[in-house]
C-alpha cells in the first residue's frame, strides 16, 4: 500500500506566515491543494498571495507575543474555514544577547512568541482536532533544542521548552488522533538568521560541520513538513525531526 502524502483539502493554519520558513510553508500549502490561514502581524507578501488562490488563503493579524490579545484567537481561526486540521507554530523571534544585556522584557516576548503563544493556539486547536479523530500540529524547534549556542539562553531555552511541549502534546492527544511533531531546522537564510548569513566565513563554517556539506534551502524543508502534516506519519508522534544536513549528527 502507498503512503497518502496528500493534504489536498485540508485546512492548516501557520503562524509567521508572512516571511521565512512561515511563508515557505504557506507556499508549499497552497500549491498542494490546501487552505491556509496565515498569522502575522502584518500581511507583507501574503496579500499578492491572497490574490493569486482566491478563496484558499485568508491572513489573520495578531501579535502572538502579546498573550492577553489572543486568548480567543483559536475559535476566531476555527470560524474562517469552519475548522482547522493542521497547525504549524512557525513564529519565532531570538534576542542574540547573552544574560548580562537581556532584559526581562525581552526575555518575557522570547518566552511569550516562542513558547506560550504555541501552547495556547494549540490548546484551542486541537479540541476541533480531537473530536473529528484526526489533526496535526507541528512545532518549530531548533538546534538549540538541544545544543548551547552563544548569545541563545533566551532562544535557547524556550527551543528546549518547545521539544518537550512537543513530547507532552503528543502524550496527552495522540491516542485521539492527533500526531504533534516538531522540525528542527538547521542553518536557513531567513530574517532570523540574516545576521549570521552576512558573515561569509560563518556561513561556511557551519556547513562544514553538517554531514551533507552545505547550509539549508527552505525548500528542504517542504518534504518533511508535508510528511508531518499527511497520514503518511499516522503512526509518527512526539518527535523532533532535524532537518539540519546532518549537523546533529556530527
Given at each position: 500500500m502507498r503512503a497518502d502524502f496528500q493534504v489536498r483539502g485540508r485546512v492548516a493554519v501557520v503562524t509567521g506566515g508572512s516571511s521565512?520558513?512561515?511563508?515557505?510553508?504557506v507556499q508549499a500549502y497552497l500549491d498542494a491543494g490546501a487552505k491556509v490561514i496565515a498569522v502575522s502581524?502584518?500581511?507583507?507578501?501574503?496579500a499578492e498571495l491572497a490574490t493569486q488562490y482566491s478563496g484558499f488563503l485568508v491572513h489573520v493579524a495578531a501579535d502572538l507575543s502579546d498573550i492577553s490579545s489572543i486568548e480567543n484567537l483559536p475559535?476566531?481561526?476555527?470560524?474562517?474555514?469552519?475548522?482547522?486540521?493542521?497547525?504549524?507554530?512557525?513564529?519565532?523571534?531570538?534576542?542574540?544577547k547573552d544574560s548580562d544585556s537581556l532584559g526581562l522584557d525581552e526575555w518575557n516576548m522570547t518566552l511569550n512568541l516562542n513558547l506560550t503563544a504555541p501552547y495556547i493556539l494549540a490548546q484551542g486547536l486541537a479540541k476541533g482536532m480531537r473530536e473529528r479523530g484526526w489533526g496535526r500540529v507541528i512545532n518549530i524547534a531548533s538546534l538549540?533544542?538541544?545544543?548551547?549556542?552563544?548569545?541563545?539562553?533566551?532562544?535557547?531555552?524556550?527551543?528546549?521548552?518547545?521539544?518537550?511541549?512537543?513530547?507532552?502534546?503528543?502524550?496527552?492527544?495522540?491516542?485521539?488522533?492527533?500526531?504533534?511533531n516538531a522540525i528542527g531546522p538547521g542553518f536557513f537564510p531567513t530574517a532570523l538568521t540574516q545576521r549570521v548569513f552576512e558573515n561569509s566565513d560563518l556561513v561556511d563554517q557551519l556547513a562544514a560541520q553538517t554531514c551533507i556539506g552545505r547550509n539549508g534551502s527552505l525548500d528542504d524543508l517542504v518534504g518533511p513538513?508535508?510528511?508531518?502534516?499527511?497520514?503518511a506519519s499516522d503512526y509518527v508522534t512526539g518527535q523532533i525531526l532535524y532537518v539540519d544536513g546532518g549537523f546533529t549528527a556530527k
Open positions: 521565512g520558513i512561515g511563508l515557505r510553508f502581524r502584518t500581511p507583507g507578501p501574503l475559535k476566531q481561526l476555527n470560524e474562517v474555514f469552519d475548522q482547522v486540521d493542521i497547525l504549524v507554530n512557525a513564529a519565532g523571534v531570538n534576542p542574540r538549540q533544542s538541544e545544543r548551547a549556542f552563544p548569545n541563545g539562553i533566551a532562544y535557547g531555552a524556550t527551543k528546549g521548552g518547545v521539544a518537550q511541549l512537543t513530547r507532552a502534546m503528543a502524550e496527552e492527544w495522540s491516542r485521539d488522533g492527533v500526531g504533534v513538513l508535508m510528511f508531518l502534516s499527511s497520514p
